[in-house]
């Protein structure tokens, strides 16, 4: 069974090839479902990291349908991961009601050519998951990564069951929630790979700061925060 561990940092990633894993998927920002990581962490991981990796490619958080401007930056870091040789990349697009975008997806796999393509966790909010997986067979992606469209990968196991039949030509990619109590029931069950973070936190400052930098109202799916022209410009006007 390979094991596929979502690495935030080269300390992670380190951790994950010294303990045995087979593979990489590399990000940044695991709190917000992971966006794509820096070109310092990309360098750094292809420089100390002997295991493949493959690289998220997934502009900002929030939902998965993304403008011009964010479709030609994932294209821009998809050059960059081939350019450093890379073995994989991690990505898709959405349609706002929940559909798959089969042609921007289409782009970003001829964009990929050469590279392994796993299309990720926006899979757990598609609306026909069996009907959406036949069709990313027929774009060629490698590999889905989905916890089952629940929580957790072991509530998902029945819907995980379900594509794992039906794909001949994708792998099926277990992750969320996956850990050493629960590994052996998706071996068990027949999957080739599993995804998963294995993180643990550790104190990194005796005495906790007194203000935080973290903003739970910027957390949402289902809205972007965008600077605001107007807000700007009301500011700009009373000291221009």
């Known amino acids: 069974m390979l094991v596929e561990v979502c690495a935030n940092s080269l300390e992670s990633a380190i951790n994950a090839e010294k303990a045995g ?16 990581p820096s070109y ?16 998220l490619i997934r502009p900002r958080s929030g939902d ?29 697009i959405l349609h706002r009601d929940y559909t798959l975008d089969e042609a921007r997806t289409a782009d970003l796999i001829a964009f990929s050519k050469g590279l392994r393509f796993t299309f990720h ?6 609306r026909n998951p069996l009907e959406t997986l036949g069709r990313l067979n027929d774009l060629g992606v490698d590999c889905v990564l989905t916890s089952g469209q629940q929580k957790s990968a072991k509530e998902g196991l029945p819907l ?17 929630g996956i850990n050493d109590h629960n590994i052996e029931m998706f071996k068990k069950e027949g999957f080739g790979a599993v995804h998963l973070s294995g993180t643990k936190f550790h104190r990194t400052l005796s005495i906790p700061p007194s203000i935080s930098m973290n903003t739970a109202s910027f957390l949402k799916d289902d809205q972007l925060g965008i600077s605001d022209f107007e807000t700007i410009k009301a500011v700009v006007n009373k000291v221009k």
Do not use: Q
């Open 21 to 36: 894993a087979d593979r990489i998927e590399l990000c940044s920002e695991l709190a917000v479902g992971g966006i794509t």
């Open 40 to 55: 310092g962490l990309l360098r750094a991981v292809k420089k100390h990291i002997s295991i493949p990796v493959h690289v």
């Open 64 to 92: 998965f349908t993304y403008s011009e401007y964010e479709f030609d930056s994932m294209g821009r870091d998809i050059e960059l991961c081939r350019e450093l040789g890379f073995e994989g990349i991690v990505s898709g």
């Open 121 to 126: 966790r926006a899979f757990d909010w598609v």
């Open 160 to 176: 995980l069951k379900a594509l794992k039949e039906s794909s001949s030509n994708i792998m099926i990619l277990p992750g969320s």
